[in-house]
């Protein structure tokens, strides 16, 4: 019986390697396509906010504020910082272009 569980657990691992699962992502207002740190974002801040419900009302102990916070302060992190990458990484593109190439010359 584990063996058979076992396979089927690797072929369903084999499938979803092989075709890939769709995941509903937030699409990025800069480029417009499914942002993986955006989504992370905003279900951390949504994870905050049911935290800071539960502690309010005293009764709603389903999401701990300090886990939470944790989670939100990395998922900014990353979406923040994936963007001033891109920025600076696109600002030195912009100045390779920019400078004048070396034309090569015809010294013998």
Known sequence: MLQE????VLKLTAMANKYGINFP??????TG???VSLTLLIISSIMVILGLVGKWSG??????INNSLEFF???SAL???RSWVSKSQTDDKLKQLATP???PTDEK
Do not use: H, N
């Not at 569980?5 to 089927?8: A, M, N, R, W």
């Not at 992502?25 to 800069?30: E, G």
């Open 79 to 81: 979406y923040f910082g």
């Open 25 to 30: 992502m937030v699409k990025d207002p800069k």
């Open 73 to 75: 302060y990395a998922s």
């Open 33 to 35: 396509l499914g942002s």
């Open 5 to 8: 569980l076992y396979k089927k």
């Open 59 to 64: 009764r709603l102990g389903i999401v701990d």
């Open 101 to 103: 190439q070396d034309e």
